[in-house]
């Protein structure tokens, strides 16, 4: 080989990687993934995240907010989850902030529709000293009054379910139990939960079952393995496969959202593998 034609041959095999890493990754989407932007470890930057999302067949980039936006449309990502009303710490159960609140919802809500978002989130609190019963009063009170905008937007109004046990400590909706009966008690197809698996495999357990009898309140779902909030592989106690089997045959038609922190050296290898596991 001359030397000439070394360097054609190198170029060519550059050219044919180069093309094979931009080829999207073809999945069953029986079950529609997302991400959310820890999947991608620390030093990615935003755009690069985003076209890689779409590359390994992502519907979605979870909690941006607008100033990321246009970047996610122009790879064909829907923002989804995006701000709604409150803070984790300070929202809906406390009455002295339900005025803020509101405000929040209603010029939230309304970008999340012209954005094409079907939903917005929201969060508890902390309790603070205030029963379940008080605090899903308080929440009640203002979430009856933010549903009329999402009704009026075509938007449905999540609030998160996280464990209080490891992660945010003292946080009231920590139960599928408790949340399920305030969407009962707010009583719209647009007030619904978050229901990220690994904040309830460490509060309850029983994952399937639970997703089973409470489909119709589950708006989203979030993932991450168990101890750790890594990847999920033969070190974790959640198996994804038999997870998202049962959520897709349930009729499912919302998205599933990774939200692990990797520990791995190469993340994009890591999301296409646990995106295959829930490709089911």
């Not at 379910?161 to 945010?168: E, G």
């Not at 139960?175 to 978050?194: D, F, I, N, Q, Y």
């Not at 599933?256 to 295959?276: A, F, N």
């Amino acid at each position: 080989m001359t030397r000439k034609e070394f360097f054609l041959s190198a170029a060519a095999a550059t050219a044919v990687a180069s093309a094979q890493s931009e080829q999207k990754v073809q999945r069953k989407n029986r079950l529609k993934q997302g991400v959310c932007g820890g999947v991608f470890g620390r030093n990615m930057p935003f755009e690069e995240r985003a076209k890689n999302a779409a590359r390994l067949g992502a519907h979605c980039y979870d909690l941006q907010g607008q100033q990321n936006w246009p970047v996610l449309q122009k790879y064909g990502l829907i923002p989804t989850m995006v701000p709604g009303g409150g803070r984790l710490t300070d929202a809906c159960n406390d009455k002295t902030l339900h005025a803020d609140v509101l405000k929040q919802f209603r010029e939230n809500i309304p970008a999340a529709k012209k954005v094409g978002s079907p939903h917005v989130i929201t969060f508890s609190g902390n309790r603070r000293g205030k029963s379940d019963e008080e605090g899903m009063e308080n929440c009640y009170i203002v979430l009856k009054e933010a549903v009329k905008i999402a009704e009026d937007n075509e938007v449905t109004i999540c609030m998160e379910l996280l464990n209080s046990k490891v992660d945010h400590k003292d946080y009231q909706c920590d139960h599928t139990k408790w949340g399920v009966e305030l969407c009962k008690r707010v009583a719209s197809p647009r007030m619904k939960l978050l229901y990220d698996i690994y904040h309830m495999q460490i509060m309850e357990g029983d994952i399937i079952r639970t997703i089973r009898e409470n489909i119709a309140y589950i708006g989203h779902f979030h993932t991450a393995g168990n101890p750790g909030r890594h990847q999920f592989d033969d070190t974790q106690e959640l198996q994804y496969g038999p997870i998202a089997k049962a959520i897709v045959d349930l009729g499912y038609t919302g998205y599933l959202s990774h939200e692990y922190s990797p520990t791995t050296p190469d993340p994009l290898k890591t999301l296409d593998e646990m995106m295959r596991i829930c490709d089911v």
